[in-house]
């Protein structure tokens, strides 16, 4: 059964730094395009950002270019989401998301984890 499960949200002052984690499994990981994407109570849920399945390649929403840091590490099924220098407009429930093609696409997502910045 594929599950994503996201950790290392909480509570952190503007300027500060959380690095958010994804467990992956059910799947063959090392074949999917992995990406972090975030919701805020009234918001269309955006993407963040993303990484291909050999993490060759990634791609960042312009408001955190050069703040966050999308990474793999294959051989633990885990991607990550380093985010520095935070700020409130950043606090939003953050969801981790899997993406790979077979005899169908499949697109699977975690519960999300909160990640609050205010001081």
């Known amino acids: 059964q594929v599950q994503l499960v996201e950790s290392g949200g909480g509570l952190v002052q503007p300027g500060g730094s959380l690095r958010l984690s994804c467990a992956a499994s059910?799947?063959?990981?090392?074949?999917?395009?992995m990406s972090w994407y975030r919701q805020a109570p009234g918001k269309e849920r955006e993407l963040v950002a993303a990484?291909?399945?050999?993490?060759?390649?990634?791609k960042y929403e312009d408001s955190v270019k050069g703040r966050f840091t999308i990474s793999r590490d294959n051989a633990k099924n885990t991607v990550y989401l380093q985010m520095n220098n935070l700020k409130p407009e950043d606090t939003a429930v953050y969801y981790c998301?899997?993406?790979?093609?077979?005899?169908?696409?499949?697109?699977?997502w975690g519960q999300g984890t909160q990640v609050t910045v205010s001081s």
């Open positions: 990484i291909t399945s050999t993490g060759g390649n990634t």
């Open positions: 059910g799947f063959t990981f090392s074949n999917a395009a």
């Open positions: 998301n899997a993406k790979w093609v077979g005899v169908n696409r499949y697109d699977y």
